[in-house]
Each structure stands twice: as structure tokens, then as C-alpha cells.
């Protein structure tokens, strides 16, 4: 079994749609991440948390929101999806110890409409 | 937070060494130099990781100048399999560091 898992793996949803990314992650790590990636560019930080109490802004952070329901489980929200919201989402987690290593879903393809 | 720059692609041919360097003028003393491969529609793998000097592991070597303005991957006797977008990264803790471009390295038969 995967490591880092994400639902769903696809969605199409409509302008101003509330939608709901999952993350799971069976590593035992106490920091995870959510980001996006758009065609052809480099992966953007969302949000981290670095423990179930500890929620962070990371780069783009505006039109989402996330839950980190408990130490495997972390949320990314987008309460009215808009069409420039249409990428792929990836969910990631690392240990806190000191070497830098995430470890990656396999990713969300979400398109709005 | 420290800015990276990066070719934006290479080729090279299978059995060839490959080098990317990255630069980063304005490393801080806590940064660490992070490297990850990406295939398409899946996510980053971690490659190699350094501070200083030299690192090797299985995959790659890492080459850090003195000065730690810039930094060089190196790919030993690429194969079509190593086909991928590199990405430098640096940062103290990955909540600092941040996903450039990229490097598109294209190895061909």
C-alpha cells in the first residue's frame, strides 16, 4: 500500500463549488503539505502544518483552507472553486528530523468549469 | 527566502555524465541544498540533500563550492529513464524552501 494516498485522484467540478482534497499518509510523519503544480511549472506551497496544531500559510494560500483532522490526515479545501483553480494538487509529508525529504501523493487532477 | 536559478533544460545522451548547476547568491547560513526529480503527472522524489563540499549517495552526486553561491548535480551515465524535470531547492526547513521552474533534462537514445 501507498505510503501518501489522496482522494479523489480526479475531479471536475463547477464555478463556486465547495470541494474537499484528502490526504492520508500511513509514514508516521508529523509534518505535511499540500501543493499545486500548473502545467509546465514548478510545484507551489498551499499550506503546511508541522503538527496537528501548527497550520501555516505557505505561497498562495487565498481561495483555500485546510484541516489537519489528526497526525495522518490533512485537508485541503476550496470553499468556492474558480477556473484558474484547475491544476494538480499534490499532498507531502516529511519527519522533523533534519533531513529535508518530502515524500509525495501520487495527486489530484482538478478542473473547474 | 533564497532564490534559485536553473537552465531551463538540458539534453544529453544515454551513458553521458550529466551536470545541472543551480544557483543561489543569497544562501543564509542555516540553508541546505535540496535536490528532487519529478516525472510527468507524478510527484517530486527526493534526490540528494547537502550543506558543504561533496555528497554522494546511489543516485547522484552533489558538488558544493566554498562559497555556497551555487551548487552542481551530477548524474552519472544517464538513461532514457532519467528523462525529468530537476529541481534545486534551499532553505532551512521546507516550510522556507520553494519549487523553481526547474530543469527539463531530456536523454536521448
Known amino acids: 500500500d501507498a505510503d501518501v494516498t489522496q482522494t479523489p485522484r480526479n475531479r471536475i467540478t463547477k464555478t463556486g463549488k465547495r470541494i474537499m482534497l484528502e490526504c492520508s499518509q500511513t509514514k508516521g510523519h508529523d509534518r505535511m503539505y499540500w501543493y499545486r503544480q500548473d502545467p509546465g511549472l514548478g510545484l507551489q506551497l498551499i499550506y503546511y502544518?508541522?503538527?496537528?496544531?501548527?497550520?501555516n500559510k505557505g505561497e498562495i494560500s487565498d481561495g483555500y483552507s485546510v484541516s489537519r483532522q489528526a497526525q495522518a490526515k490533512f485537508s485541503l479545501s476550496l470553499e468556492s472553486a474558480i477556473p484558474n483553480q484547475t491544476a494538480l494538487y499534490f499532498c507531502a509529508t516529511s519527519d522533523s528530523g533534519g533531513q529535508h525529504e518530502q515524500f509525495f501523493g501520487p495527486g489530484t487532477r482538478l478542473t473547474v468549469l | 527566502l533564497a532564490k534559485t536559478t536553473q537552465p531551463i533544460s538540458m539534453d544529453s545522451y544515454e551513458g553521458q555524465e550529466v551536470n545541472i548547476t543551480c544557483s543561489h547568491n543569497n544562501i543564509a547560513t542555516n540553508d541546505y541544498i535540496t535536490w528532487y526529480q519529478q516525472f510527468p503527472s507524478q510527484g517530486p522524489r527526493f534526490i540528494i540533500q547537502?550543506?558543504?563540499t561533496k555528497v554522494t549517495n546511489e543516485v547522484a552526486s552533489l558538488f558544493i563550492p566554498a562559497d555556497r553561491k551555487s551548487s552542481t548535480l551530477s548524474l552519472p551515465r544517464v538513461s532514457l529513464s532519467d528523462t525529468a524535470v530537476y529541481y534545486c531547492l534551499v532553505g532551512a526547513s521546507l516550510g522556507d524552501m520553494r519549487f523553481g521552474a526547474g530543469t527539463r533534462l531530456t536523454v536521448k537514445p
Open positions: 502544518s508541522f503538527d496537528v496544531k501548527d497550520i
Open positions: 547537502g550543506y558543504k
